[in-house]
Each structure stands twice: as structure tokens, then as C-alpha cells.
């Protein structure tokens, strides 16, 4: 899976950095940073924070 984001639209709401702490983090002013854009687990946690994501600030170039 290949994850990108557009952390100037986070909100820093944080349901990514739960779902998947291996993929998410936030920078000290709550915005997402993103450990891993190649991710090969924690695919569930990923596609879940794509769903919740308030901000619609995560984004995934394939479901594989
Ligand atoms: S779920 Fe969306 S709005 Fe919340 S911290 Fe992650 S990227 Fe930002």
C-alpha cells in the first residue's frame, strides 16, 4: 500500500495515530507526520484511519 498525506488539512484529532502507530504520528502541534508510506502491516489500521480521518488528510494510491 502506498499511504500519502496532506497534513495541511489535519486537524489533529489523532484517530490515525491509534489505529496505526507504526504508519502515524503527530508533530508537537497535534499535525500528522507520516512514518511509513510504504506500510506492510497495520493495513486495517490504515484503511480504518482513512475512513475516520475528520479532515479526509490521508490517502492510499492502491487497497492492496
Ligand atoms: S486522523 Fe486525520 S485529522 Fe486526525 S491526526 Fe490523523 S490525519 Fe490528522
Redesign the pocket.
Known amino acids: 500500500m502506498q499511504v500519502t498525506?496532506e497534513p495541511e488539512r489535519?486537524?489533529?484529532?489523532?484517530?490515525?495515530?491509534m489505529l496505526a502507530p507504526s504508519v502515524?504520528d503527530?508533530d508537537d502541534d497535534g499535525i500528522?507526520v507520516l512514518l511509513d508510506d510504504k506500510p506492510t502491516t497495520a493495513l486495517e489500521g490504515v484503511r480504518e484511519?482513512i475512513r475516520v480521518?475528520?479532515?479526509r488528510?490521508?490517502f492510499s494510491a492502491d487497497e492492496a
Request: hydrophobic content about 45%; some cysteine.
Open positions: 498525506i489535519c486537524v489533529g484529532s489523532g484517530q490515525c495515530v502515524f503527530q500528522v484511519s480521518c475528520p479532515a488528510a490521508i
